[in-house]
């Protein structure tokens, strides 16, 4: 709750509330797709998957806006990649945390905020940026979505030979 109030207030500051709401509902709803296709058995709650999308946003708005944060940035973005290697690493290390849900939610989270920052100039790289986001937010939830009504839960595995039993917890 403290980090979503933390990190919140500034991404709804910047994004508005709209965009920030359909960026949190995003990054919860892909994080667990994500989390439901390769661990179909598991039960997931919690708002987790939409606080990764969040930290996704501080990302990409401290990457836009690099040369407006001013002489602590570098500072920031230290803490910024401790609290992503930390995450990233508790959710590895505890077989209770769903890992990919939280994967999920990163990327979907950041690929949402590049669509949806407030730009000053509208470039030709900057629009096909955009498109490539949408595309690739796009073919994400199309191909979860497939798989989860399809019941072939063993794809990802046979894709990612990494992805392979991670999320599964054998009850020794």
Request: charged content about 10%; glycine content about 14%; hydrophobic content about 45%.
């Amino acid at each position: 709750m403290i980090f979503q109030l933390r990190f919140g207030f500034a991404a709804e500051k910047y994004y508005g509330m709209r965009h920030y709401v359909l960026i949190y509902l995003l990054s919860g709803m892909g994080g667990n797709l994500l989390g439901a296709v390769t661990n179909p058995y598991g039960i997931a709650i919690g708002a987790s998957t939409s606080i990764f999308g969040l930290l996704a946003l501080v990302g990409i708005y401290s990457w836009y806006n690099w040369d407006k944060l001013g002489p602590g940035r570098d500072c920031n973005m230290i803490v910024y990649g401790l609290f992503i290697v930390y995450g990233f690493l508790m959710s590895y290390l505890n077989p209770f945390i769903d890992l990919y849900g939280h994967l999920g939610g990163y990327l979907v989270g950041g690929l949402a905020g590049v669509m949806l920052i407030r730009r000053e100039e509208t470039t030709s790289r900057m629009n096909i940026i955009i498109k490539v986001c949408f595309l690739a937010l796009l073919a994400y939830f199309s191909v979860l979505l497939a798989l989860l009504f399809t019941g072939d839960y063993e794809c990802i595995n046979k894709i990612c030979s990494f992805c392979n039993g991670l999320n599964e917890y054998n009850g020794d």
